[in-house]
């Protein structure tokens, strides 16, 4: 069983759905969790940032963090065209000297007109 | 500001050859880690230093190597090529590690044939 585990998808909405996005994970030491956007042939882009859990959001998108269930989300309001890309969440803790991410497999999402 | 600079963007080699990858981080970033992405297997580590030394690294065979200069540019070598080697690499730089974030470059598609 992966540590993280993510939706594939492809996940295809109408412009201006809320869409959910989400990942299970299974190792309790994780304290950062992070989404990433990636578009075709670019590298990944960082959307969002959470340490511990709780809720943040920055303009249409709100990231949720709930460390019982070991669950985090990522909710993109008002849907975009623009917003199609492959959607990664990634985590990670910090023993003190070293820090790795550990990446769901993405899951691609297509807004259509 | 600039943002993280992977070259070259496209590699194709031989089985059998060597290639030598590099990336120059954020200005003032100390710590580099290195992806391989891959359809099958997503986003894998393969190493992170910070001031010039490894603290971290993945689960890769010893071909794989890396390292990181005084200005903290880095590179990865990788030795004798093989198909499966056939993927996007990618840098990320950060201030210190987890607490800080991750940017990632844009990547090098390296193609085995």
């Known amino acids: 069983q992966k540590e993280v585990e993510q939706d594939p998808g492809p996940l295809s909405v109408p412009e201006g759905a809320i869409v959910s996005l989400n990942c299970t994970y299974s190792n309790s030491a994780f304290q950062y969790f992070m989404w990433y956007r990636q578009y075709s042939r670019k590298g990944p882009e960082l959307l969002m940032y959470t340490y511990s859990s709780g809720n943040k959001e920055d303009g249409r998108f709100t990231a949720q963090v709930d460390k019982s269930s070991k669950y985090i989300s990522l909710f993109i309001r008002d849907s975009q065209p623009s917003d199609s890309a492959t959607y990664l969440c990634?985590?990670?803790?910090?023993?003190?000297?070293?820090?790795?991410?550990?990446f769901g497999t993405g899951t691609r999402l297509q807004v259509t007109l | 500001k600039a943002g993280v600079t992977q070259t070259p963007r496209y590699l194709i080699k031989t089985r059998g050859q060597q290639v030598t990858l590099s990336c120059s981080p954020i200005s003032g970033h100390r710590s580099v880690s290195w992806y391989q992405q891959t359809p099958g297997q997503g986003l894998q580590f393969l190493f992170e230093y910070f001031s010039e030394t490894q603290r971290n690294k993945g689960n890769f065979p010893g071909r794989f190597s890396g390292r990181q200069f005084s200005n903290s540019r880095s590179e990865m070598n990788v030795s004798t090529l093989e198909l499966g080697d056939s993927a996007l690499y990618l840098c990320?730089?950060?201030?210190?590690?987890?607490?800080?974030?991750?940017?990632f470059g844009s990547g090098t598609r390296l193609t085995v044939v």
């Open positions: 990634a985590m990670t803790y910090y023993t003190g000297t070293a820090s790795k991410l550990t």
């Open positions: 990320a730089s950060s201030l210190g590690g987890a607490s800080y974030g991750y940017t």
